[in-house]
Nanobody, 123 residues
Framework: QVQLVESGGGLVQAGGSLRLSCAASGRTFSSYNMGWFRQAPGKEREFVAAINWSGRMIYYADFVKGRFTISRDNGKNTVLLQMNSLKPEDTAVYYC????????????????WGQGTQVTVSS
């Protein structure tokens, strides 16, 4: 089991950058696969990026490739999402997720979720 606390969201102008951070509890963090998802009002939760337990396998949604970077520091029990070249359509609540079934783009494969952090990108 793991508990997740997210931070770093906020309001940014189009073309700007934000770095989201997810702090995980417990010393077993390194055994979890981690993912970032987002959900806009009236939309289903969608996959953003994922990283496996070792950090060697990374997956991105097509719409963020070249703009977002996921990373993890198992020593600090954190996972980061660096977001560059933000667009208004990136506006959503961003969620950190942890799972033990393998790195996945499917929300149902994750067992633990953070509370979410709001990202708003203005035109």
């Amino acid at each position: 089991q793991v508990q997740l606390v997210e931070s770093g969201g906020g309001l940014v102008q189009a073309g700007g950058s934000l770095r989201l951070s997810c702090a995980a509890s417990g010393r077993t963090f390194s055994s979890y696969n981690m993912g970032w998802f987002r959900q806009a009002p009236g939309k289903e939760r969608e996959f953003v990026a994922a990283i496996n337990w070792s950090g060697r396998m990374i997956y991105y949604a097509d719409f963020v490739k070249g703009r977002f970077t996921i990373s993890r520091d198992n020593g600090k029990n954190t996972v980061l999402l660096q977001m560059n070249s933000l667009k208004p359509e990136d506006t959503a609540v961003y969620y950190c997720a942890a799972g033990g079934v393998g790195s996945s783009k499917y929300a149902g494969d994750y067992d633990h979720w953070g509370q979410g952090t709001q990202v708003t990108v203005s035109s």
